[in-house]
């Protein structure tokens, strides 16, 4: 096995002793520094974060047991091992019970202290490789990854906040497209039961029968092609959350076990008769009306109103324009990383087209433009002729433009509603040209240019 090599802090009044250790270790490749007494040790931990501590108990001013609760209190990510000439069993259990990685009885074999020491740096090693781990999952799923200032969103965070950290159903609305999915993800990761299996079952991607054997497992025989036992998705949820995408297509049979799981937690896989009783915390999802579909009695009530305890509502991406500049950095960012590209950002007219579709496909729809875009740029800004056709079309038929009459150039075309447009605005604002250009989106010299262009004088007012 590779030797781990790491710093450490060997504390003992005996200097024979306490010199002898230290060597030993340096010889073994440890960074090793010494210290005499319980106050010279916590002012060279508070200088230095070292990784292991190995500590007599019997020091002149305190005893190692009380450097052990100032290092747990103040350095918790060091290792402390403990050494005493009268080991009891007594002692050593009270050392490990207030947090000791070890307790050692004197004379020291070299074979036992090297050996204890590797194992706290690989303790170490493993703590901090699981921090590292969860700071990425933090990243990729956590609620930082969901990106928004509109006020529904900060609504959202905050109830997502509320609700993590229970045991709560979670009914998650929205359109197809708005992130449902990583709203749920966010849930779990913000959870208490982070470090447990997320799993998620798109309830509309498989056949009713495929969907119960999934859900619940089945054991060999059930049906045709059951040719063994299997686990299903609640058992492989235990202890953590399980998340049921467009739960709307649920068939009644399906409904009435998902509503014992959510009563009891416990079902009986397809086919067999053991039951299973699990911990997990369930997270629903759908684009579907169920409060109509219940009326229709398509979907059960009494299973509505088992999981309809917490509701989160995705807003759609047209009801949070002012969150799309946002998304396209966002998204800008992770896709200059994944190809290698520089682009800087959008122009103002290609982020003005994007605030002015109404993107049927929300946030989803969003990234795959965003991509497509970085991906095409020939320099370093996006510009509209970047973007997809559809959204340069789409804002042609919503300004009437899209039959326009033969002969008339583009830029004519285009001409005429901005301008109305730009007056229409004047007129809201009162000609106040410092709100009407923050109402355009655009700054004060861009509107001045452009009322030049069209012919727009500030006398026109007088007209209306």
């Given at each position: ?7 450490l802090l ?18 073994l ?7 005499g007494?319980?106050?010279e ?6 200088e230095?974060?070292?990784q ?23 350095v918790?990510?060091t ?32 074979e ?5 020491v ?13 921090k590292?781990?969860r700071?990425?999952?933090d ?8 990106v928004?200032?509109d ?66 497992g ?18 492989q ?12 297509t649920?068939?009644?049979s ?56 917490i ?11 002012g ?15 994944q ?6 950002g ?10 002015r ?10 990234v ?18 970047d973007?997809p ?9 919503a ?6 009459p ?6 004519t ?7 109305q ?7 809201q ?11 355009l ?8 240019k ?15």
């Amino acid at each position: 096995m590779k030797a781990n090599h790491g710093s450490l802090l060997v504390v003992d009044d005996d200097r024979y002793v306490l010199e002898s250790m230290a060597d030993y270790l340096r010889g073994l490749g440890h960074r090793t520094e010494t210290a005499g007494s319980v106050r010279e040790a916590i002012d060279r931990m508070k200088e230095y974060p070292f990784q292991v501590c190995i500590s007599d108990v019997n020091l002149p001013d305190q005893d190692g047991f009380q450097l052990l609760d100032w290092a747990h209190r103040n350095v918790p990510d060091t290792s402390v091992i403990l050494l005493t000439g009268y080991g009891t069993i007594e002692s050593a259990v009270e050392a490990i019970r207030i947090g000791a990685f070890d307790y050692l009885t004197k004379p020291i074999i070299d074979e036992e202290l090297s050996l204890t020491v590797e194992r706290a740096l690989e303790q170490r090693k493993m703590r901090d490789e699981n921090k590292s781990l969860r700071a990425q999952l933090d990243r990729r799923f956590g609620l930082a990854n969901i990106v928004g200032r509109d006020y529904r969103m900060q609504r959202m965070f905050d109830l997502i906040e509320s609700v993590a950290d229970t045991r709560t159903t979670v009914l998650i609305l929205g359109e197809s497209g708005t992130g449902k999915t990583m709203t749920a993800r966010a849930i779990h990761q913000a959870s208490d039961r982070r470090d447990k299996p997320f799993v998620e079952v798109a309830c509309g991607a498989l056949p009713d029968n495929l969907l119960e054997s999934e859900l619940f497992g089945h054991v060999a025989g059930a049906f045709t092609s059951a040719n063994h036992d299997k686990m299903g998705k609640f058992l492989q949820a235990d202890g953590g959350t399980i998340f049921l995408d467009e739960i709307a297509t649920a068939s009644q049979s399906l409904q009435v076990k998902l509503l014992r799981v959510l009563q009891d937690r416990e079902f009986e896989p397809v086919g067999g008769t053991k039951t299973h009783k699990v911990d997990v915390r369930l997270i629903l999802a759908t684009n579907g009306d169920l409060e109509e579909m219940v009326k229709q009695g398509t979907f059960r009530q009494d299973l509505y109103y088992r999981i309809n305890v917490i509701t989160i509502t995705q807003p759609s991406l047209r009801e949070r324009i002012g969150d799309i500049p946002l998304l396209v950095e966002h998204y800008l960012h992770d896709f200059n990383e994944q190809t290698g590209k520089n682009v800087r950002g959008f122009d103002e007219e290609s982020l003005q087209l994007m605030q002015r579709y109404p993107w049927p496909g929300n946030v989803r729809e969003l990234v795959n433009v965003v991509e497509r875009a970085v991906v095409l740029c020939k320099g370093d800004v996006v510009t509209v002729h970047d973007l997809p056709e559809a959204l340069q079309r789409e804002d042609l038929i919503a300004h009437g433009l899209a039959a326009r009459p033969a002969g008339a150039s583009l830029k004519t075309a285009l001409a005429n509603p901005e301008k109305q447009i730009i007056l229409e605005a004047l007129e809201q604002n009162g000609w106040n040209r410092q709100n009407t250009a923050r109402t355009l989106g655009i700054n004060r010299t861009t509107l001045y240019k452009k009322m030049k262009k069209y012919g727009i004088e500030f006398e026109h007012q007088l007209q209306y």
